[in-house]
């Protein structure tokens, strides 16, 4: 090959080259920065030539360190570390080291909006929307504003969520049945308790602040919507005695 020839290969190479740096986010080639989608490099190092102090300004070096740095700043977004120290100070508050999550994360009154929980969630959560739970590994106190719009989806497994844990509607009443006085053999006394909620099928639990009179049975129940029934009755042939003043408490817990 003459000379020429060799000339004008090496400048269609030198030109493929630097094609090549452009394309692929060579800093300081006057093609900016590909980062995020791609990775910047600087292989043609900036150097003194012909002697010290005589390096040639070359105006994209630092247009292309701009435009990453830009770029940078734009992926992180502002203020990428909160309130804490740092951004690795921010990650690490939800992750391990190696980039798990950490478990058993302490959340201050979180407040979760038709969530879908799934795997080991601990704490304790406020619930809005329509709650799905799945069946695995939920423990804690379940709580919401419409109880009955929490749905179980799969099959919990025993003990999983306690039975008193659960929320349900609750409510109480003050009274003394029949006044104070004797109640006969057979008679039933009841007072009526508004519990927003409720309908029929759901499940009743009692609890009393005193003791019942001898052979008495508290009992309660839907009466209507919204509307819970408690009672005493007298379940001896002879009569029960007198009870006294208490307050009765009432648990109200969704049938599904």
Not at 8 to 25: E, F
Not at 138 to 151: C, E, F, K, Y
Not at 154 to 163: C, D, K, R, V
Not at 209 to 219: A, G, K, R, T, W
């Amino acid at each position: 090959m003459t000379k020429r020839t060799w000339a004008g290969l090496a400048s269609v190479i030198g030109v493929l080259g630097l094609v090549w740096l452009v394309w692929a986010g060579e800093l300081g080639s006057g093609g900016g920065s590909s980062f995020p989608t791609a990775l910047d490099t600087n292989t043609s190092l900036e150097y003194d030539a012909p002697a010290a102090n005589k390096t040639k300004a070359r105006a994209a070096v630092p247009n292309d360190n701009s435009g990453a740095i830009i770029a940078i700043e734009t992926e992180l977004g502002t203020d990428p570390s909160g309130s804490t120290a740092d951004v690795k100070t921010y990650l690490q508050t939800a992750h391990n080291a190696d980039g798990t999550h950490k478990t058993g994360l302490a959340l201050t009154s979180p407040v979760l909006t038709t969530p879908v929980l799934s795997g080991t969630t601990t704490g304790t959560y406020t619930l809005g929307g329509t709650p799905t739970i799945p069946a695995s590994g939920l423990t804690g106190t379940i709580t919401s504003a419409t109880q009955d719009l929490i749905t179980r989806v799969g099959t919990l497994a025993a003990g999983l969520i306690p039975q008193a844990r659960i929320e349900g509607y609750t409510g109480s009443v003050a009274w003394t049945p029949n006044g104070g006085s004797a109640i006969a053999s057979g008679t039933n006394y009841s007072t009526s308790v508004t519990i927003t909620g409720v309908a029929f099928g759901d499940y009743v639990l009692l609890g009393n602040s005193v003791d019942l009179s001898y052979n008495l049975i508290l009992h309660g129940k839907v009466s209507a919507i919204n509307t819970v029934d408690v009672g005493v009755y007298c379940a001896i042939l002879t009569s029960c005695g007198s009870q006294a003043a208490m307050t009765t408490y009432i648990r109200v817990l969704k049938r599904a």
